[in-house]
């Protein structure tokens, strides 16, 4: 039927047009929509008839076959004033909103849940999304902070904190290090943010020794559920790496190739620029070049990258062959490479706020995956950062049977 409310989308904005009063509709449904495509709504005056009454042909179409989904016909009373808008509002629709993140949910459950050192979750989203996880069975939390903060929360929000280890630890920082030294001793495969500065837990990781460097830059990636999108969409780095240079791009795209290949997609690599040819006066669009020949050359290694792409002729077919753009990348990119932090970072909440999609936070590059999630972060949002952590580390380093 909201198919069908196209054709009245039609009627009482473009023909008759506004004011117009429906008195009848016919709808005969030949063919299914499915969520992404594009639908073409026509209508045709066939009778005008007395009293101002019109009757009309109704149809829609699908634009890439023209295939019919539903025909009919229409008796509207037509309006009796002229009126004119140069911008007439029609409907959208958002459907299966969380669909990427429920299957990945879905595929983390059956996992052994993933022992996570929980950093200063003293507040009471952090503490709900790591306990929201655990009840899902997809972690195994390890609360590290101030244990009287900690309990005083749990009470705060209801939650039982029976069977669940805490380490008590007197500041932000010793808390991140005692993390640190836990994936060490083997106790925990992943980290999680509780209620700190992001600083303040990424700085004991990047310590010589007794840090989770592994010889990549730490790098974040936000993987998104975006509402029409036909898999997630990766936006990357978009929380740590201000400017990156050249070398910093090389370790932010192969994070993400390897993540996207342990969530079981093809890695399709946009690197995004303001523009989709080289200009040497914008410093995005050169190393853009040069990281698609890296890839070219295996110094990028398996996936596809292919750069300067702008936001339209990345993730739009239409676009893309527009400006004349060929290859597997060029409208089908599934991670998008910003160009700094502050690019990444109003990408992702124009995603998450206009486009109504869904946000995984995750840092790579450590000795474990580093679960990153936000304040005003949904309990979904929560759910799927766990979740991807979990695929991501039993894909990289299976459980024994």
Do not use: W
Not at 88 to 112: N, S
Not at 212 to 223: C, D, E, M, P, S
């Amino acid at each position: 039927m909201f198919v069908a409310s196209l054709i009245s989308a039609v009627l009482g904005t473009q023909l008759p047009g506004a004011g117009t009063l429906y008195r009848r509709q016919v709808l005969d449904f030949h063919e299914r929509a499915h969520a992404g495509e594009e639908l073409i709504c026509r209508v045709e005056v066939l009778d005008k008839l007395p009293g101002g009454l019109v009757r009309l042909a109704t149809s829609v179409r699908r634009m890439s076959d023209g295939a019919l989904i539903v025909a009919g016909e229409a008796e509207v009373l037509a309006p009796q004033t002229k009126f004119e808008c140069d911008e007439v509002e029609i409907p959208g629709l958002i459907v299966q909103r969380h669909r990427h993140f429920e299957a990945l949910l879905e595929r983390a459950k059956p996992l052994p849940a993933l022992p996570t050192a929980v950093v200063c979750p003293d507040d009471a989203n952090s503490l709900g999304g790591a306990l929201l996880a655990a009840k899902q069975s997809i972690i195994t939390p390890i609360l590290i902070g101030n244990t009287s903060t900690i309990v005083a929360t749990a009470a705060a929000i209801g939650a039982d904190l029976t069977g669940i280890e805490l380490i008590d630890v007197d500041s932000d920082l010793a808390a991140a290090a005692m993390a640190c030294a836990l994936v060490h001793e083997g106790r925990a495969a992943a980290v999680m943010k509780g209620h700190l500065h992001t600083d303040d837990l990424l700085k004991p990781m990047l310590e010589k020794g007794t840090g989770l460097r592994v010889g990549r830059r730490l790098t974040h990636v936000f993987v998104m559920d975006v509402p029409g999108q036909p898999e997630p969409v990766m936006v990357t780095d978009a929380a740590i790496n201000i400017a990156p240079d050249l070398a910093t791009k090389v370790d932010i795209c192969q994070n993400a190739i390897d993540l996207a290949l342990s969530l079981g997609m093809e890695p399709r690599v946009g690197v995004l620029s303001a523009v989709e040819t080289v200009n040497p006066a914008i410093q995005s669009s050169i190393d853009a070049a040069l990281l698609s020949k890296m890839a070219d050359r295996g110094q990028i290694r398996n996936g596809l990258v292919e750069g300067p792409l702008a936001m339209d002729n990345a993730v739009d077919l239409g676009a893309a062959r527009t400006k004349g753009l060929k290859g597997r990348v060029a409208g089908r990119a599934n991670i998008l490479v910003v160009p700094g932090l502050d690019a990444g970072n109003m990408l992702a909440k124009q995603l998450a706020y206009i486009s109504h999609a869904e946000g995984a936070g995750l840092v790579l590059g450590a000795k474990v995956p580093v679960i990153l999630n936000s304040r005003s972060d949904s309990p979904m949002s929560r759910l799927a950062s766990c979740a991807v952590a979990a695929i991501h580390h039993f894909a990289s380093s299976p459980p024994t049977p």
